[in-house]
């Protein structure tokens, strides 16, 4: 069991790892392009789309990190519950809901 967890972990690694990897060489062909091309790309100070742009992307930005926190969030409340003992604050925070039958116990 112990070994089959291992390998998985392993495998995550490596891929995440070549994501890593080929992002940054996407980002630095990205930053080459514009180094090259920034004689083509002329900047309008009168553009009445640059602030709104600039917005969103700050926007979208901020979303994007808070998504990721809320989800790593969960994730980890997961892991704690299953690797913890039920105690009163786990039964607190996933209460138990018995069914009621309507008789009454003497």
């Given amino acids: 069991m112990s070994q089959d967890i291992e390998s ?6 490596k891929k995440t790892a070549r994501l890593v990897q080929s ?4 980002t ?4 080459a392009i514009a180094f ?3 004689d083509r790309f002329g900047h309008t100070s009168t553009s009445r789309v ?4 600039k917005i969103i992307i ?3 930005g901020l979303g994007a990190v808070a998504l990721r926190r809320t989800r790593f969030s969960a994730r980890i409340e ?4 299953k690797n913890s003992m039920p105690n009163l604050t786990t039964s607190a925070s996933n209460p138990i809901i018995a069914r009621v039958t309507g008789h009454m116990c003497p």
Avoid: G, H, N
Avoid at 8 to 13: G, H, T
Avoid at 78 to 81: I, M
């Fill in 58 to 60: 700050v926007v979208f």
């Fill in 8 to 13: 998985d972990l392993a495998r995550r690694q």
């Fill in 28 to 31: 630095l062909l990205l930053v």
């Fill in 78 to 81: 997961d892991d704690e519950r």
């Fill in 50 to 53: 640059d602030i709104p742009v």
């Fill in 23 to 26: 992002l940054l060489i996407l």
């Fill in 36 to 38: 090259i091309a920034k």
